[in-house]
């Protein structure tokens, strides 16, 4: 393992990425078998950077290690591992909001105006799209925040927190949650933005990703 | 690289990472491996390793091709100070309610050791028992993403927001309230020692504008 050709590496880290984008995404879901062979004909690569890309996931704790015959699969959450993501989440959304409030400029307004989804009062709306837009408004908090050390804490748990939200997430609702903090940040009204936070993410709105 | 190595490294890592919280090492002061290898008696490969470790954890930076003690700007220093402060209320909170005998002990001791090391004239033992302190609390939270990211700010404030003189003022009602499973009071305690940080901010700032307003109307520049 230790004199892979170096050309190898970039390989390795581009399915890596792409693999978390959908794992945390909510695309591939928990429980779903990473087997090497079919992801490796999915982007045309052989199965050597395929499991070296699984190996970086491993380690960043989103996929749990096949056995011998087995395949990796997606990694879950157990409900403690929920009730100790819930509180980091809380307290770290909590700062990024406040700081994306006070420190917004103009043209951040805008942008970030542009990633809220119009959403239907019927309830009727693409999921998928929804998810990304959550997520995507989530990212540019902490461009708005533009803090070194909020982004050095989202590195180190900002993959975990991603994927239960998006696990967690009610479609038909947010995009109305999305509206409401937008407005609340345009104003500048960090208090708002963190009461309607508190509110999309109360205690215990992780428990519908805990297993029934 | 060996375990012997490994633990060599560490035990560099550990000793700098002390005088830099104990501030015998000040902000900006360089770090020059050939001199610390000499003043530890170690070669300069767990130097080199115990650097690069205190680089991943921001204590230093690189200044061009040196390595130098972190300077934190007066903004970051103000981000840490409610970063620091929002992390040690829930991992008190949490220590509260769930924290088993042991861990009691645990902080009972270490805090009284942040006492004790105040008193001498140690500045390396007293970061040493701050750290031992506030890292006994987050472990009893229980709670791995805490302990994560407390580590992680434990290193980074370094005692530049929170002073151990304010943490052994205003700590014991954070200890008796985690000792008394009761969160709402940890909580209360944590945001004391904070606010009594800011205050002291403050205050510094006010005499200082004070003085120096007043030295140059005596000078004569109305």
């Known amino acids: 393992m230790a004199s892979e050709p170096a050309a190898r590496v970039p390989e390795a880290k581009r399915i890596q990425i792409a693999l978390r984008q959908q794992i945390v995404e909510g695309q591939r879901v928990p429980g779903t078998p990473l087997v090497e062979r079919s992801i490796g004909e999915e982007f045309g690569v052989s199965r050597l950077p395929v499991r070296q890309a699984i190996q970086g996931l491993v380690a960043e704790q989103l996929v749990v290690p096949g056995g011998a015959r087995s395949p990796a699969t997606v990694r879950g959450f157990d409900d403690e591992e929920l009730d100790a993501l819930s509180v980091v989440h809380a307290t770290l959304e909590r700062l990024v909001i406040r700081w994306a409030a006070m420190r917004r400029t103009a043209e951040q307004v805008e942008a970030l105006r542009l990633i809220v989804p119009e959403t239907a009062l019927d309830g009727a709306v693409d999921a998928a799209a929804m998810r990304r837009a959550v997520l995507e408004f989530r990212a540019y908090l902490f461009v708005m925040a533009d803090s070194p050390i909020l982004d050095e804490l989202n590195q180190l748990v900002g993959a975990r927190v991603t994927q239960v939200i998006s696990h967690a997430l009610e479609p038909a609702v947010a995009g109305h949650y999305l509206e409401a903090l937008y407005r609340a940040i345009a104003l500048g009204d960090a208090e708002l933005a963190e009461t309607v936070l508190g509110e999309y993410i109360a205690p215990g709105k992780f428990d519908s990703a805990k297993r029934a | ?222």
């Open chain 2, 1 to 222: 690289m060996t375990d012997q190595v490994r633990t060599e490294a560490e035990r560099v890592a550990d000793a700098l990472r002390e005088s830099i919280i104990a501030r015998t090492r000040p902000p900006g002061s360089r770090l020059i491996e050939r001199t610390i290898a000499a003043e530890l008696g170690v070669s300069r490969l767990p130097v080199r390793d115990a650097l690069r470790v205190l680089e991943r954890e921001g204590l230093v930076a690189r200044v061009g091709r040196s390595i130098a003690v972190r300077q934190l700007g007066l903004r970051d220093l103000g981000e840490l100070a409610e970063v620091s402060e929002a992390f040690d209320v829930v991992a008190a909170r949490l220590a509260a309610e769930r924290r088993d005998d042991a861990e009691v002990e645990r902080i009972r001791s270490t805090f009284a050791e942040v006492g004790r090391s105040i008193g001498g004239d140690d500045a390396g033992a007293t970061a040493r028992s701050v750290l031992a302190y506030r890292g006994a609390i987050a472990d009893a939270s229980r709670n791995p993403f805490v302990l994560e990211i407390s580590t992680l700010l434990r290193g980074r404030e370094a005692g530049a927001v929170l002073a151990p003189r304010l943490i052994a003022e205003h700590g014991a009602a954070v200890v008796r309230a985690i000792e008394a499973r009761d969160a709402a009071a940890a909580d209360e305690g944590v945001r004391a020692q904070y606010a009594a940080a800011r205050s002291a901010v403050r205050a510094e700032v006010l005499a200082e504008l004070e003085a120096k307003v007043a030295a140059s109307r005596a000078a004569g520049g109305r």
